[in-house]
């Protein structure tokens, strides 16, 4: 019996045929924005387009996924997709499984979806993508540390499938950069966002140069979190500290409520190095799963949702982004992170059109690791494997953003 909770994949060949066919039009008019992939970058995947493939593309926009299935009709393949569950809404979660995508709930084992990624991954042919970073980065040229999942099942699968075929098949992972730019001067876009934040802040400007403008929401966004979660500001403390002490604070807060480290007790000393988003993506399953009388008795169940919302997207967040390098694109990565806060929405208003240019890396066969990985039996060595790779593919990834 299926898990319930667990959405799988309905591709319909056909559909998913006839919406690659027309979805260039779709970008263009709904999304404003054009794909661009290099014919050299192209040539690669036709290359291996008769192979397992797992494209493995960094995640800094919420139409990144849009950006990846324009891809597959620029090749003529068909994806599968793996989503985090919360997209899983109405018309647009059917669609998405019309098309080949399927459910993931972050955070928690979950077994119903790691059984489908090792079944799509010995299909012949097969074509995955799963966004390693976990998450939404909302930081267009940087990447944040990579999850090791996407590598260690593709390795699983291929230890299945050689004990099936008694033989090593090729089976590729592909890195994919995805970047940004804005095709227009969009100072005027950036001026009206700095209008509409500091009068929804009452934050006096004095029409100075953006970047003071910037910082100065930045400055007041930050007090107003600090005063709600009751965090004292230490004294000579800088920003990239005030971040950390407020994110700390937020999370204990949340997990405080729903009793999750009383419940998980003795497994304390693995959390300590878990990444922060993987805490908050168990504090969203546990939201998720709670019966409906607690979400308005026992708990504050909508500004616990809301604090994880705002840890997610203050994560990767520090000071010194867009001074480093003041790009439009920079800029308005950071009007987009306080437009989200301030407005409390998803989407933060269209700021003009994109050009998003997608770069291929060079591919991996894992079959060429596969010698080391079937006699490295002890879990450590194979554990060292899988990071290599891991961090192979993260850095690809983040030099071609550059």
Known sequence: MSDPKFIPPQQNLLLTRLIQS??????????????????????????IA????????NHSNLDDGLAVFQLSARIGQLFHYVVAIEAFQGVVGK?????????????????ASIRQTLNILQQPQCKLVIFPEGGCSYQNDTVIPFRTGAIELSLKALEKLVKQENTVPDFYLVPVSLKYCYLNNTKEQIDRALDRLETALSVKSDRSDAYTRLRAIAEKVLNNLEAEYHVVAVEQADWNQRFESLRKQMLGYCE??????????????RRRGE?????????????????????????????LYLTTVRLLNFDAIYDGYVAEKPTIERYFAT?????????????PKFKGRREIIAKIGTPINLKDYWQKYQSDRPTASRSQIINHLTETVQLEVQTNLR
């Open 275 to 303: 990444a922060n988003r993987e805490r908050v993506y168990r504090v969203q399953s546990v939201l998720r799963n709670l019966p409906d009388p607690d979400r308005t008795a026992a708990i504050d169940y909508e500004h």
């Open 335 to 347: 009007l987009d992170r306080l437009e989200r806060e301030v407005f409390r929405i998803d989407r």
């Open 50 to 57: 008769t192979q397992r493939v797992v494209y493995l593309p």
């Open 22 to 47: 027309i979805f260039y039009l779709v970008t263009h008019l709904v999304f404003k924005f054009r794909l661009t992939v290099a014919e050299e970058d192209l040539a690669k995947l036709r290359a």
């Open 95 to 111: 669609l998405l499984q019309l098309v080949g995508a399927y459910s993931l709930h972050r955070g928690v084992g979950d077994r």
């Open 256 to 269: 405080e409520k729903l009793s999750i480290a009383a419940k998980n007790q003795l497994r304390d000393r």
